[in-house]
């Protein structure tokens, strides 16, 4: 059962390469989230993830989400397509990298001033012209029951952009509720280890909470960073320390999936 589970991924994503290749090209933008919303769809199904949405999806806006799992990234898309932000590491990737650079993931080289103005601007004006990007503030993976400090830096486009910013919570629960066992993607896990724990382990219910959104207008980026952990560690019941909710330092735009 496990194989059959591994080889239907592995034909997945050749057709999601194969799309990306051939017809991505000659689709607009409309198209291609719709094929991105059915790819991520169909993912999701074959590692056995039944989402549950709480909430409602506000379009205009930025999503910011606690992050978990290399799945966070299929559960946002299966409601509707986003252009995440990421590390530039991940473009070089076998395979996942390319893949998320055909979707439209923007990626940020971490130390590099010029190329980070030139992307913090073009998040600006795509969100202007109504594009939809989300990112992880927490800058990488974390165990549930746990929230990282969060990075302020990409709030400051939302501010800019006039956008609001929507968080969401995320949390991968199994059949009796509680914490799937399988989720785990920190430390030494690779992404190989994550996806046969995933692929051989029971079926995943995922709880994703929409929350209210938080206006921008004279707001300010450490403030809504503070906000946006807040609500998402309530959502989660988790409690969090005020003296643990922003990072001490800024260390560049830290908002890549892991």
């Known amino acids: 059962m496990l194989?059959?589970?591994?080889?239907?991924?592995?034909?997945?994503?050749?057709?999601?390469?194969?799309?990306?290749?051939?017809?991505?090209?000659?689709?607009n933008a409309a198209k291609?989230?719709?094929?991105?919303?059915?790819?991520s769809a169909k993912l999701l199904e074959m590692c056995r993830v039944r989402v549950k949405v709480q909430g409602e999806?506000?379009?205009n806006a930025l999503v910011v989400s606690n992050h978990v799992s290399w799945l966070d990234?299929?559960?946002?898309?299966?409601?509707?397509?986003?252009?995440?932000?990421?590390?530039?590491?991940?473009r070089s990737w076998p395979v996942v990298g390319w893949l998320c650079e055909q979707a439209?993931?923007?990626f940020l080289q971490r130390g590099n001033a010029?190329?980070?103005?030139?992307?913090?601007?073009?998040?600006?004006?795509?969100?202007?012209?109504?594009?939809?990007?989300?990112?992880?503030?927490?800058?990488?993976?974390s165990n549930q029951g746990t929230l990282l400090p969060f990075h302020p830096n990409l709030f400051?486009?939302?501010i800019d952009a006039g956008?609001?910013?929507?968080?969401?919570?995320?949390?991968?629960?199994?059949?009796?509720?509680r914490p799937h066992p399988t989720i785990g993607f920190v430390g030494e896990i690779s992404l190989l280890e994550s996806i046969l724990a995933i692929a051989g382990g029971s079926e995943i219910i995922v709880e994703l909470q929409m929350l209210p959104v938080l206006p921008t207008e004279g707001a300010r980026r450490r403030e809504l960073a503070f906000e946006s952990r807040q609500a998402i560690a309530n959502a989660l019941g988790l409690d969090v320390g005020v003296a643990d909710s922003q990072p001490e330092t800024e260390r560049g735009l830290q908002a890549a999936p892991r």
């Open 156 to 158: 400051e486009a939302a």
């Open 3 to 27: 194989i059959f589970r591994l080889v239907r991924m592995v034909m997945h994503v050749i057709t999601g390469l194969l799309t990306c290749a051939l017809i991505f090209p000659h689709l």
């Open 57 to 59: 999806l506000v379009q």
């Open 163 to 177: 956008v609001p910013v929507q968080p969401y919570a995320l949390r991968y629960l199994d059949a009796a509720g």
């Open 114 to 141: 010029r190329d980070l103005r030139r992307i913090f601007h073009n998040l600006v004006e795509n969100m202007q012209a109504g594009g939809r990007f989300a990112f992880f503030p927490e800058g990488t993976t």
């Open 104 to 106: 439209g993931t923007v």
């Open 73 to 90: 990234i299929y559960v946002i898309n299966s409601q509707q397509p986003c252009r995440f932000v990421a590390k530039d590491s991940i």
């Open 32 to 39: 291609r989230n719709e094929r991105i919303w059915r790819w």
